[in-house]
């Protein structure tokens, strides 16, 4: 209780004082128009291409990137709640604006760890506070506070993003502006990034507490075109309050990403989106094989995703480059994902497929290092459990989401994943080896059946409901591993 009313307070408190902290595979969905700002450009950057995360119903999973403007007209607000999203200070351009989120969920998983072992169960509650200043039409000040609690059998370790009394999730100031008729604009802080395809650069929803950077970011936007530059280092989260969440020197993530909004006679008629990047990961101990030392890893890829017509695409193609150990590093990684529309009516099922490409090999031997890697990506997109991630990876995984009624929605998949190189080892979510895998010579890693239903019971609350079932393949079997389920659920509020 202490804990969620020194947040509740702080987040009334925490935008005028923001400035001065210390340290700074979906459809495309149309989005509201970026963050309220009035903007002299005559025609923006679309925002579903934009780089900020997918915007549905008004809100984000970085909140920082939604516009509740509309509650400038009384007429449109239904409740006091409505009334905290814009709170006029000075006229139209300063204003305040609040949010919140309370999530409670639990999560059982049997043989934790792939080993035969009684089964884990984690009660994990989320509180989150946010406040966003607008100082007129050219400064913003974010800031937001979280809060993790866990408890249950078997835990183990508790990491700081699963258990944290307080964190400072946010805390940012944005500059931005028009020059020449182009959206210029600089952020400066605590933050959130999204600005790449989602495996490779994401929050982390599926975390109590979100993956987050500091440092800058800047951005120009024309309506075709736009552009986006960043020096970020990581966040070493402790599990206390505030004062032991401290900037990671150890790793540091930079690089630009562009963005071109292909023509729409494309195809017969598209929305699509081609973002090319080039990233930079420095990690002064990374760990391949038996050998931690400095990683510089550099990353040259293409994003390409949107709609024509009732298709969804979401493919990448990432070439891997660097040095590791004074050993060059050569590596790949396609993701394809696509799914169908099968009628035209808004709640019709879709049907699909991913296929993923992570190449692998070298980590225990000598000589060019293969495997790959997602920075920072859905690390609950190969598994819930968290036993896979686009290391040495091949998967194949048809799938199919259906809307019964237009507040439930049922997805359902089933996952063969491979290794690419049987001399490497299997990796989990957060790029350990799983220990002796390396040893054996089978390729097959597991089948996965994986369920999830949504139900929206309003548009502030929703209900979660997952279930995955991993059948250990001969690559990790014949190393002790075992099959595992996993059940989950949970309740989501916010405002």
Sequence with gaps: MKTLLRLCTATALIAPAVAWAAEPAAPATTQLADRGNARPVAQEYPTAGVGDGVTAGGYNQSRWAEDW??????????????????????????????????????????????????AQRQDINRIVGGADLHLGDHVRLYGELAHAGMSGRNLGAKAGQLHNDLVVQHSFVDVTGTLGGVDVGVRY?????????????????????????????????????????????????????????????????????????????LLGGSNLYS???????????????????????????????????????????????????????????????????????????????????????????????????????????????????????????????????????????????????????VYRANGQAFAGTQLGNARKIADTIRLQAIYAVSPRVSLTARYEHLIAGPALTDANYKSSDFLAGWISFRF
């Design 275 to 425: 973002d090319p990047f080039f990233w930079r990961l420095r990690n002064s101990a990374a760990t391949w094989g038996a050998r931690t030392t400095e990683e510089v890893r550099k990353f040259y890829g293409l994003h390409l995703y949107g709609d024509s017509g009732p298709v969804n695409i979401d493919w990448t193609v990432n070439y891997q480059g660097g040095e590791f150990d004074n050993r060059p590093i050569s590596a790949w990684l396609v993701l394809l994902q696509q799914t169908y529309k099968v009628g035209k009516a808004k709640t019709a099922p879709r049907v699909g497929f991913h296929f993923d490409y992570a190449s692998g090999g070298g980590a225990y031997g000598t000589g060019t290092l293969r495997n790959s890697l997602a920075p920072f990506g859905n690390n609950i997109y190969y598994s819930y459990q968290l036993y896979a991630t686009p290391t040495n990876l091949i998967a194949f995984a048809p799938s199919a989401t259906f809307q019964p009624t237009p507040k439930l929605r049922i997805a359902t998949e089933y996952q063969l994943s491979w290794r690419d190189s049987v001399n490497d080892a």
């Design 69 to 118: 403007t509309k509650y400038r007209d009384p007429k449109k607000r239904d409740d006091v709640l409505d009334r905290l999203k814009y709170i006029p200070i000075a006229g139209d351009d300063v204003y305040l604006t609040l949010s919140g989120e309370f999530r409670y969920r639990v999560n059982l998983t049997t043989n934790p760890n792939l080993r035969d072992r009684e």
């Design 189 to 265: 802080g605590r933050q959130t990034f999204a600005d790449g395809p989602n495996l490779m650069v994401v929050p982390r929803d599926n975390n109590t507490i979100f993956f987050v950077y500091n440092g800058v970011r800047a951005w120009a936007k024309g309506d075709k075109i736009r552009g986006d530059v960043f020096d970020f280092k990581t966040t070493r989260l402790g599990v206390g309050g505030t004062g032991d969440d401290i900037v990671d020197d150890n790793r540091r993530f930079s690089g630009g990403t562009a963005g071109f909004v292909l023509p729409k006679t």
